[in-house]
């Protein structure tokens, strides 16, 4: 079993990213993916997610309490559980989820969000003192980067992360970028797939 942590800032897309894998098991679509197999959705927690502004009454997706999906691997029975804290470092009860999963999960995937400069998403990580030697880096929201400059700011931001982690004596095993949206961005496809396999390759190898 392996219990696995998505962390990172406010609206990186760490729920989405839940969302979309959630999707995926239960239309069987996560066979079709590579390294695909028949997964089972066991149990999904999303309680925590939603919010009522009080002044306007608009629905915000500030994740309070960390998101769950347990999912079952069909040939080997093996249960896999995804946690994905809230990015909000000013609540008590969000940083003691953050410090709750950064301490029980076996693999760390530090997500990022291609929309806004990494430099401004570090100081989330910089207040996580429970890191495992080796992470995983997502970068979502790949779609949000102008087309003529997508592969020169994927390496900017991989060079930046590498410096970062560095200094605290922390290695990326795995780069992955995707896009995942719960309804499919035209061109985007195969980067939604790329979110399934990212959790269902780092829970199956764990």
Known sequence: MANIGLLGAVSVGKTTILRLFVKYLKTNKIISVKGGKECK?????????????????VKET??????????????????????????????????????????????????FSCDRPVSDQFQFFRDVRFFPGQIYVCFNKYDLIPADKRDETVEKMKEEIIEFFLKRKISVKEFHTVCAETEDVVGMEAYNDRAAEMILKIATES
């Open 62 to 111: 500030k994740t309070i309490h960390p998101n769950r999906v347990v999912f079952r691997e069909v040939d080997t029975h093996k249960n896999h559980t995804l946690f994905a804290p809230g990015g909000d470092r000013g609540r008590a009860v969000v940083r003691m989820g953050v410090i709750t999963i950064s301490r029980i999960a076996k693999q760390i995937i530090a997500v």
């Open 41 to 57: 959705v066991v149990k999904t927690d999303f309680s925590g997610e939603a919010v009522l502004d009080p002044e306007t009454g």
